[in-house]
């Protein structure tokens, strides 16, 4: 399944919710918000499932963004459209652990110094233990928010399409009457969701086998 254009996304929700292929035009303001709360189910997760499991989010190789920000203070800022760090290293390309902060500041307090190897969120920025330098540069990777399918078909979209479909449709259900499709939806949007995330995850590990070779 793929799609040219958000109006063409937007007019083959539309068709499946009216169940005809001459949809009306009528609610198109509402349905772009329909869609949004399906973009926002896809990145952050939710609850809507009868039984009250959480479902989600998808964490795909294309929503991630390279980071680079300068430390000072002990700090860095984490970018305003990070969902979730995936990896930080500092000039010596160590990859830090990624802690708590309350775990963070209570070692912190015990450190007098030393290459920095934990790093934690603590608000807007990303704090250190031992303490980092000022002249240093935070690198990494980063899960980025994806741009509104309004605004651009993005690649995490193209690459998963129907998980999409299906998150609007199961957002759609209630505030169209249709609380009687949810079960059906919601469950072709938990299993695309399953396969997207498997897949995510075969992308990596599915290449081969750490083998020991003998000497």
Same mark, same amino acid.
């Given at each position: 399944? *793929?799609?040219?254009?958000?109006? +063409?996304?937007? #007019?083959?929700?539309?068709? @499946? ?5 001459? &949809? ?12 949004? @709360?399906?973009?926002? =189910?896809? #990145?952050?997760? !939710? *609850? ?46 160590? &990859?830090?652990?990624?802690?708590? +902060? ?10 007098? !110094?030393?290459?920095?190897? /934990?790093?934690?969120? $603590? ?22 928010? &994806?741009?509104?399918? /309004?605004?651009? =078909? #993005? ?6 399409? +129907?998980?999409? =479909? ?5 957002? $759609? ?7 009687? /499709? ?5 469950? $072709? ?7 997207? *995330? ?8 599915? %290449? %081969?086998? =750490? ?5």
């Amino acid at each position: 399944m *793929n799609f040219s254009s958000y109006e +063409e996304f937007r #007019h083959r929700l539309l068709m @499946l919710i009216e169940e005809t292929d001459e &949809p009306s035009t009528d609610n198109i303001t509402s349905l772009d918000t329909m869609i949004g @709360l399906g973009e926002g =189910l896809v #990145h952050y997760g !939710g *609850n809507f499932a009868a039984d009250g499991r959480s479902i989600g989010p998808l964490r795909a190789s294309s929503m991630q963004a390279d980071l680079s920000a300068p430390i000072a203070d002990n700090a860095a800022p984490v970018p305003d459209d990070c969902l979730e760090l995936a990896i930080l290293w500092l000039a010596d390309g160590a &990859p830090l652990e990624i802690v708590a +902060e309350r775990d963070l500041r209570t070692r912190l307090r015990h450190v007098g !110094g030393g290459v920095p190897r /934990k790093a934690a969120q $603590a608000g807007d920025s990303i704090i250190f233990s031992p303490a980092a330098a000022d002249d240093e540069v935070l690198s990494g990777r980063y899960y980025a928010r &994806p741009a509104a399918l /309004k605004d651009e =078909l #993005h690649p995490t979209f193209q690459r998963y399409p +129907e998980l999409y =479909l299906y998150a609007a449709l199961a957002s $759609a259900a209630p505030f169209y009457g249709m609380e009687h /499709k949810l079960p059906v939806w919601g469950a $072709a949007y938990s299993q695309l969701l399953d396969q997207a *995330n498997r897949q995510e995850r075969m992308r990596v590990s599915a %290449g %081969g086998r =750490l083998r020991q070779v003998s000497r």
